[in-house]
């Protein structure tokens, strides 16, 4: 009789490591890969995406060749003329609030890796040059940066980079 109870319990561990290999690999195949909207954006103009569902802030869809062994992918939804914006630097001075655009950013990133992953934001440079050698002053630049790093702490990141600057007195 003890021999017959081994042998069930024996089936039951099999069944249950084999029933956990199978939820594992199956878990991982389903999982959501975040990419960025520019990675985004070259898969699409390659025709790699389909069934794709566009929301107020995001969007998601289907990968035609799966990335790091997932198939299905979510964006943070980005405004064309933002993306032009931040792709030509020329956030400074165009009309843009640079505390809201950092704000929005940051949150944008924050929403699409959700917590427990660290968000870094980055501030600078400005492409002036500080006086006398350039047209704004020190507490000029000085204020610009607050209302940058004012925006991505709102926006809520963990970090801030200084960016690559030009001019020694960004630094």
Do not use: C
Not at 98 to 108: I, Q
Not at 136 to 161: P, S, W
């Amino acid at each position: 009789m003890k021999k017959n109870h081994q042998w069930n319990l024996s089936y039951f561990l099999v069944a249950f490591v084999v029933f956990s290999l199978v939820q594992f690999f199956w878990a991982q195949h389903s999982v959501v890969q975040s990419i960025p909207y520019s990675q985004f954006l070259q898969l699409l103009n390659e025709q790699k995406v389909s069934d794709l569902t566009v929301e107020k802030d995001q969007i998601s869809g289907k990968l035609q060749t799966p990335i790091d062994g997932h198939s299905l992918f979510t964006t943070v939804r980005v405004d064309p003329a933002l993306a032009a914006a931040i792709r030509s630097g020329r956030l400074m001075g165009a009309g843009l609030d640079v505390f809201e655009v950092n704000e929005t950013m940051a949150r944008a990133a924050r929403q699409a890796v959700g917590e427990g992953v660290f968000v870094a934001g980055s501030v600078g440079p400005t492409g002036k040059m500080v006086e006398p050698l350039g047209d704004i002053t020190f507490r000029g630049l000085v204020e610009i940066f607050k209302e940058q790093i004012r925006g991505l702490v709102a926006g809520g990141v963990d970090l801030i980079l200084g960016e690559t600057q030009f001019d020694l007195a960004e630094a």
